[in-house]
């Protein structure tokens, strides 16, 4: 019986589905210029939100997708690049730029203050634009122990050590493992502990066990040989 | 040839061609540029000589199918000894509608599914018109800017494919699949979705998720629905989870990691056309219980025809520090052609416990002026007064021409 009602539920919604789905998608190009406000005008009585609302910067995401996306009739590459890879062509007077890359609104007033404050908020956030070699490359500019960085605070001259006898250090890596790597990008200090070559503490998460052969098979050794002797993992 | 010479080769190149082409159609925008800023690395002055250009040529054959799109910038220190340095963000060709169910590009282009976004020097092949499902595969090198050039090398390589609903109207669904290579070693390996349905002419629900094949886990994960009873009055709800994953030749993919989550609340509401508003709530849920607050209220004021004013106002109360702002802009168009325009952004921001507040102020005039159907020229002037300086200006200097 129960089988039953799920097939039939199953059946129902789908076919329920199909028939609100199964309608062509309009150009919007001649639309491109109209103003946001007008949109609801058409699209509420069809049963379409408007996608442009207040919190489009974060919810673009979703609709950029390929999957039924139309944003290349009003938009060319270029408005898509102008946020994600600091063009400017597209800008208008209240774009920030950042020497010659324009910047989203997200980057406000000090951003450069800020950025570790919103980058540890979202750890994936900073990854949408930026590959991991543009945080390090500017993180590297900086004379060590000029960045401060709050593990760091308590040790070493400039305080460019960490304190592992606090376990800090622990708990902001695992939170935030991507701002370790802006200015340690080949993990060497992390291997000075964690290296199984000396007997270090084990970084690996819970789940190591079953998931081990799946960097083994993909980076090789390059990888593994860091912290095990080869033909040890 | 290094790469910045090569991205000017390929700058000037779409250039040359583009007169060749006779039957062609060409538009565009040329902007010219000139940016003042202070250079954080020496702490000099920096004054930049800069060109930014989008080109497309199309009806490049009879039936209009064919095109070639580019766009990319070429700046010039003048006095602070970085010299010329140029970036190729897109130049590709493009064929459409073979036999009405292919596409192709060929080229350097920005590609997107939900697996992965890239750019890359390749190629993106798309296959519609074939029943309720298209399909597209892209390859080519993996293009990686970084802070002034381009970061890549020969064994940086991307690769995706899709498979997605189409001539749904409500119905939006996607399937992909990405893998990016690091000096020819796996680096990513992801799978993606997203799905969009409207429902009952007032919902809206949607999901978009990222499974890292290599770590076995869920790397992103988000689903929401909108809910609008009238035209004018959005409800959102949302759910997001990250786990940070990293390319499987960093040693910091091997690392444990927490996973991040927070869900949201927001609500639109256009009164009139002369008032706006939007507010919001996000709480964020680290693991090992450290939770964190973000409000968000904004409005959108008209109150005469050519005067809009914006204003925003983030608290964001969180784990780990702590900021607290507001963004005013405004404009008004003083004549059909002059646009003048100004806004200020405060934000006080405590980085830990351990340290003092800190409040940082940025002021920007500007303006905007047509000079004729096809020319513009704006002018952008900023202050960012802060703890580590006492006025940072920076601004620039646009003329556009569209032709």
């Excluded at chain 2, 159609?25 to 940016?35: C, D, P």
């Excluded at chain 2, 697996?115 to 499902?133: R, S």
């Excluded at chain 2, 680290?286 to 983030?314: A, M, S």
């Excluded at chain 2, 006025?391 to 620039?396: A, C, E, I, K, M």
Aim: aromatic share 12%; proline share 3%; glycine share 10%.
């Amino acid at each position: 019986m129960k089988k039953w009602f799920l097939a039939t539920l199953l059946i129902t919604v789908t076919t329920f589905s199909v028939q609100m789905a199964l309608a062509e998608k309009m150009s919007h190009k001649e639309y491109a210029t109209t103003a946001i406000s007008d949109c609801n005008s058409c699209h509420k009585s069809e049963g379409v939100a408007p996608n442009h609302e207040g919190d489009w910067v974060r919810g673009h995401r979703v609709l950029a997708s390929k999957a039924g996306s139309n944003c290349s009739q009003c938009h060319d590459q270029s408005f898509c690049l102008d946020c994600h890879s600091g063009g400017g062509i597209d800008r208008d007077l209240s774009t920030r730029n950042y020497h010659n890359d324009y910047v989203p609104k997200s980057h406000r007033s000090n951003f450069l203050s800020l950025h570790p404050v919103k980058a540890l908020d979202n750890p994936q956030s900073c990854n949408r634009c930026h590959d991991a070699s543009y945080c390090s490359e500017c993180h590297s500019r900086f004379p060590k122990g000029s960045l401060r960085i709050k593990s760091h605070l308590m040790l070493g001259p400039n305080h460019q050590k960490y304190a592992p006898a606090l376990f800090e250090h622990a708990t902001e890596a695992r939170r935030n493992l991507q701002s370790c790597q802006a200015c340690h990008p080949d993990g060497d200090v992390c291997v000075q502990c964690h290296s199984a070559k000396l007997g270090g503490t084990n970084p690996h998460p819970r789940n190591w066990g079953s998931i081990s052969d799946n960097y083994r098979d993909r980076a090789g050794s390059k990888v593994c040989t860091k912290c095990h002797l080869p033909g040890t993992y | 040839m290094g790469m910045k010479g090569l991205t000017g080769v390929l700058l000037l190149g779409t250039l040359l061609v583009a007169p060749a082409a006779w039957s062609a159609e060409i538009h565009g925008r040329s902007s010219t540029q000139l940016l003042w800023f202070n250079n954080d690395y020496n702490s000099r002055r920096e004054t930049d000589l800069a060109e930014y250009l989008r080109l497309s040529v199309t009806n490049l054959d009879k039936a209009g199918k064919a095109s070639i799109y580019g766009y990319g910038r070429m700046t010039q220190d003048l006095n602070n000894g970085n010299g010329f340095n140029s970036r190729l963000y897109y130049l590709y060709g493009e064929y459409r509608d073979l036999f009405d169910k292919v596409d192709f590009r060929l080229g350097r282009q920005f590609v997107n599914e939900e697996a992965g976004t890239a750019i890359v020097d390749g190629a993106q092949v798309t296959l519609k018109n074939v029943g309720p499902v298209a399909f597209s595969a892209f390859g080519g090198r993996n293009v990686i800017f970084d802070l002034d050039n381009e970061g890549g090398h020969g064994g940086n390589l991307a690769l995706g494919v899709s498979a997605y609903l189409q001539g749904f109207k409500a119905t939006d669904f996607e399937f992909s699949w990405f893998r990016k290579w690091d000096d020819w070693d796996i680096a990513q390996d992801m799978l993606g979705a997203t799905f969009k349905q409207y429902l009952f002419n007032n919902i809206k629900i949607y999901g978009n998720g990222r499974y890292d094949l290599t770590a076995e886990t869920f790397n992103e994960l988000l689903g929401g629905i909108k809910y609008f009873p009238l035209a004018n009055l959005i409800f959102t709800g949302e759910y997001y989870q990250s786990y940070p994953t990293f390319d499987s030749t960093s040693i910091y993919s091997v690392f444990a990691v927490d996973r991040y989550r927070e869900a949201a609340f927001r609500v639109d509401y256009t009164i009139n056309e002369m008032i706006t508003l939007n507010g919001g709530y996000t709480a964020q849920f680290f693991q090992e219980g450290g939770k964190g607050h973000i409000y968000h209220l904004g409005c959108i004021l008209r109150p005469i025809d050519p005067l809009q004013l914006n204003v925003e106002y983030d608290n964001n109360q969180g784990y780990n520090g702590s900021t607290n702002g507001i963004i005013v802009d405004a404009y008004y168009d003083l004549t059909k052609a002059l646009q003048v325009s100004g806004g200020i952004a405060y934000d006080v921001y405590q980085r830990d416990s351990l340290l003092q507040d800190e409040i940082a102020r940025t002021y920007w005039l500007g303006g905007k002026y047509k000079l004729n159907k096809s020319m513009t020229a704006s002018l952008r002037v900023e202050n960012t007064v802060t703890d580590q300086f006492s006025s940072n200006v920076q601004g620039r200097f646009v003329f556009d021409y569209d032709f």
